[in-house]
């Protein structure tokens, strides 16, 4: 299963492919490309329906930004409010 450590490496990757910045938009577009999902990963979210559960993980970056091995944390990342993220 992929975690939240997959997916911000994703996030990286596809912010600097795109001058430094990856929406939310665009993670959810993108990340399949550069992350094996599985079906956990695929499952449609009980709290949020129309959504598959790994949506989430791309907004627990920001959520556990104080934790270290977090990509924000770790310097990898900034948090860009309701935009989604940019690499430093």
């Known amino acids: 299963m992929a975690d939240e450590n997959d997916i911000a490496a994703a996030v990286v990757s596809i912010a600097r492919a795109n001058r ?3 929406t939310f938009k665009r993670a959810y577009a993108d990340v399949p490309k550069f992350v094996a999902l599985d079906t956990d990963n695929l499952s449609p979210s009980v709290k949020r329906p129309g959504e598959p559960m790994w949506h989430q993980l791309v907004r627990n ?4 930004d104080k ?3 977090n990509y924000i944390h770790d310097g990898h990342l900034v948090h860009v ?3 989604g993220y940019r690499v430093p």
């Open 67 to 69: 934790s270290a091995g």
């Open 20 to 22: 430094g910045l990856c």
């Open 61 to 64: 970056i920001k959520s556990h």
């Open 81 to 83: 409010p309701r935009v």
